[in-house]
């Protein structure tokens, strides 16, 4: 038996290997497919036992009436995009020059500085929700996808530092020597050579940190009122209120959920290699 | 020419700082400040009444005072036990899962498109999903248990203590499972293939080789994954709060839900502070315990 035929195993490993993953499909589809099967059908449908799932219980209804009823979605994804692209942008605008210093400029303690930087994320998110809900309620400024988003950066920023910077250490030397001979400075290094080389992890960090923005909960839940509430205290809410419409309830988490879908499905290579490098290098 | 190299290295050296310099700031802010307020918050009695902070030193008291509160005890208990476990399965699981993907038949796009889906569910949502699946009269968990004979009646899933604690875990080891998956994943992949035709050679059988190359290759990836997943589960919340709020009397009231309702629902925000100080500390007393047993020793070194 030859070594690729090895690979694939004999028989035996083989019927377990489709057994595996078809368990793992089972698994990992079974509740996204009913997530979305539930927000076609009509409520008749879902409360009979078994559900009914012949075509002609299949329905929008869930979806125009959420988007009639809770005007509150429209208002929290508005907020949701605010603040998630508010904190994705601070965060690569302050975190790639910061992960490029770490990783390529003589920056004194350079490793430590960005071990401490991981290392915050430990941080328990209420340890730090406390201090910063009494001076952000000091300040006045409760109830803004600002201060929400900022308050975002604690954990966007580091990642996005942990990202970028196992790429930019994975760049050969001899590119930025060449620029140097050239006479580039070292702004001009960054802004020309580096950061275009860089577009696949800059959008990886981007996707990373716009979703985690996007379906944040704890801080959104401490620091928002009425005017900026984000789509998951939304989904929460009318989970709470509407506990019997469960067609509506999953429309409305099908609204909120498909937009990070997306991008995520699109940029998945580039998001896991993203953090892996990130973790794994240095 | 030795001044031009230095002062090219002083301006490198500059611009360093200035590059860095940004993103500490902002880090201080919402990282450092928090974090030491949140200690000395701690040695606090603050309270919120009328939308006025009182704040009065009470030194120990409030870490005191965890001693004698049994809540305290039964998150702590309720805590352990839901991290413990949820270590424990997610990295096996996710480990399983890798490594069929990483089998020629498991490597197809759309085998990874299913596991970063539940990755980018929000944690609500997903919990508003579990709560209409794990529904006690038209879920579909009852159903399909109902259907295939293994249940007699519809169970109300999370109506039990120890039912509830664990139909949270299940819920939130389906959420974690898929990212810790694509991390082991992607180490799998960086394993030189040079190194299993060595296996083979020497005659290793599929089990051998993921024992002896495989495993000991990835190593630092799962010591990764074990830190990770044991930050994420000490500070799950949404799924809780959600679900159960720490309900029935109790037996899903962990640590981080319970701070958050002693801080933001008794208003007790010193005692609140206490409890985040101790999930900060088992954290960091565990994740430097990990490290310290799992992270590959450096070269010459015994594996």
Not at chain 1, 73 to 98: C, D, H, Q, R, Y
Not at chain 2, 64 to 70: C, E, G, I, M, S
Not at chain 2, 269 to 278: D, F
Request: proline share 5%; no cysteine; glycine share 8%.
């Amino acid at each position: 038996m030859s070594f690729a035929r090895r690979q694939h195993g004999g028989p035996l490993l083989r019927g377990l290997v489709v057994l595996g993953l078809v368990v793992f499909v089972v698994w990992s589809a079974g509740p996204v497919v009913w997530l979305i099967v539930s927000s076609l059908l009509e409520q008749q449908a879902l409360i009979s036992q078994p559900p009914d799932v012949s075509p002609s219980a299949f329905t929008l209804d869930n979806f125009v009436q959420v988007i009639a009823a809770a005007a509150a979605l429209g208002k929290g994804i508005l907020n949701s995009l605010m603040v998630a692209l508010f904190s994705t942008a601070v965060s690569l605008a302050l975190g790639a020059p910061a992960a490029y210093a770490l990783a390529r400029l003589p920056v004194p303690r350079a490793n430590n500085i960005a071990f401490l930087i991981l290392a915050t994320q430990m941080l328990p998110g209420i340890a730090i929700a406390i201090p910063l809900f009494i001076a952000i309620s000091k300040l006045g400024l409760i109830d803004s996808v600002f201060s929400l988003g900022f308050v975002y950066l604690s954990f966007n920023l580091p990642i996005v530092v942990w990202i970028l910077r196992g790429f930019f250490l994975g760049i050969p030397v001899g590119i930025e020597r060449a620029a140097a001979v050239d006479g580039a400075g070292v702004f001009a290094t960054f802004w020309h050579i580096v950061l275009p080389i860089s577009i696949p992890p800059l959008a990886a960090a981007a996707v990373f940190a716009f979703v985690e923005a996007w379906n944040e909960f704890f801080f959104a839940l401490i620091l928002t009122r009425q005017s900026a509430q984000t789509v998951p205290l939304v989904i929460a809410q009318f989970a709470g209120q509407y506990q019997t419409v469960f067609g509506q309830m999953m429309a409305a988490a099908v609204i909120s959920v498909a937009p990070v879908i997306v991008l995520a499905i699109v940029f998945r290579n580039q998001i896991v290699r993203g953090f892996a490098d990130g973790m794994t290098k240095g | 020419m030795t001044v031009t190299a230095a002062t090219f290295e002083q301006r490198r050296r500059r611009v360093g700082l200035l590059f860095v310099l940004p993103a500490l700031l902002v880090l201080a802010a919402v990282l450092g400040y928090p974090i030491v307020d949140s200690i000395m918050l701690a040695l606090q009695r603050v309270t919120l009444t009328g939308g006025a902070i009182q704040q009065s030193w009470v030194g120990f008291d409030n870490f005191q005072r965890l001693f004698a509160d049994a809540t305290f005890q039964r998150a702590a208990l309720n805590t352990a036990y839901f991290s413990a476990m949820e270590v424990v399965l997610v990295v096996l699981i996710s480990l399983g899962v890798a490594v069929l993907l990483n089998h020629p038949m498991g490597r197809f796009g759309v085998f990874r498109i299913l596991l970063i889906v539940p990755w980018a569910i929000a944690p609500v949502a997903n919990a508003v999903l579990w709560k209409w699946i794990l529904h006690a009269n038209y879920g579909v968990l009852n159903g399909i248990l109902k259907g295939l004979g293994l249940i007699d009646h519809y169970h109300v899933w999370l109506g039990t203590p120890v039912s509830a604690l664990n139909f949270l875990l299940l819920v939130d080891v389906w959420k974690s499972v898929p990212f810790v998956a694509l991390l082991i994943l992607a180490g799998l992949q960086r394993v030189p293939s040079i190194l299993y035709r060595a296996a083979y050679m020497d005659g290793a059988g599929p089990v051998q080789s993921f024992l002896h190359v495989t495993l000991p290759t990835i190593r630092s990836v799962i010591a990764i994954a074990v830190v990770l997943q044991t930050i994420w589960s000490l500070r799950v919340f949404d799924i809780v709060f959600v679900l159960t709020r720490g309900g029935p009397a109790d037996a899903t009231a962990l640590l981080n839900f319970l701070a958050y309702r002693v801080t933001f629902n008794f208003l007790d925000l010193g005692y609140g502070s206490a409890i985040a100080n101790v999930i900060f500390a088992i954290t960091m007393l565990l994740a430097i315990l990990y490290v310290w047993l799992l992270w590959p020793r450096p070269a010459g070194a015994k594996r």
